[in-house]
């Protein structure tokens, strides 16, 4: 085993370039560097379908872009088509989503880079069997979005809702300042049968065993929470058990 400060391998444990701890852990589940595999292929949406009106656009870097596809300008023209507070709030809360073809994603690790625009609003869903189609209804039914069959974590860049970016949605809330706002921001979810665990920006901010009653398995998505919304993602990969 390598050492740092050319100390033998009997040397004390904090002589190890690698923390035990981490070590340990990747020991003890199998895993190595070499097992993360691309989730986004950064070149098309190969392996992915889109849920509800949303464009969502891989650019030039392999950054994926989702935005809506409404034409603002008609849409809130004085005495247009949503000429009533309750019409206006149904057409805005419509979610749309980008889901994994895939359904069968159990226990895993899965990184992720993000960027939102200020009071943005987005999240990352696991184990939603429902895969949104509550979510992208006007107006959505909230008792049976993602977070509600699933598990919803938050992405929030000053978007008025209590939950920080890195809760685990319903569940358990992430501190405020574990966030770089207006910037990229780096996510890791791990979801095991027995807890799921949120790394943001290298910081444990969010634990959770979740609910027995729910599945331990499904697809994995990719939300724009609103038709304000405005979402990156980037190297998306995943390692799993």
């Known amino acids: ?10 040397g004390p444990w904090y002589a190890l370039k690698v923390k035990p701890i981490v070590l340990l852990a990747l020991v003890g589940c199998g895993l190595t560097a070499a097992d993360w595999k691309p989730l986004f292929n950064g070149k098309n949406l190969d392996g992915w379908e889109v849920i509800g009106d949303g464009q969502w656009t891989v ?3 392999g950054t994926l872009l989702g935005q809506r596809i409404g ?5 809130l023209v004085p005495g247009g088509p949503l000429p009533t507070p309750g019409q206006f709030k149904s057409w805005v809360d419509t979610q ?8 069968d994603f159990k226990e895993f690790d899965l990184h992720l880079e993000y960027w939102t625009k200020t009071t943005g609003n987005s999240g990352v869903s696991i184990r939603d069997t429902s895969r949104a189609q509550a979510g992208v209804t006007t107006p959505p039914d909230y ?14 860049n000053r978007f008025p809702d209590p939950h920080p970016s890195g809760s685990i949605y319903g569940f358990m809330d992430a501190p405020k300042e574990a966030q770089h706002e207006d910037d990229w921001n780096t996510m890791e979810i791990l979801s095991r049968n027995d807890k799921i665990t949120v790394t943001l920006n290298g910081r444990v901010v969010a634990e959770h065993p979740g609910d027995p009653k ?5 697809p994995i ?21």
């Open 143 to 156: 008792t049976r979005t993602p977070s509600k069959i699933g598990y919803e974590i938050q992405i929030n």
């Open 96 to 103: 749309s989503w980008l889901y994994t073809k895939r359904g």
């Open 59 to 61: 650019m030039g870097d």
């Open 214 to 218: 729910r599945s331990k398995v499904g």
């Open 221 to 241: 998505g990719l939300q724009m929470h609103d038709q304000f919304s405005l979402i990156m993602f980037r190297n998306v990969r995943i390692r799993e058990l």
């Open 71 to 75: 034409d603002l300008r008609k849409m």
């Open 1 to 10: 085993m390598a050492v740092s400060g050319g100390r033998s391998a009997a």
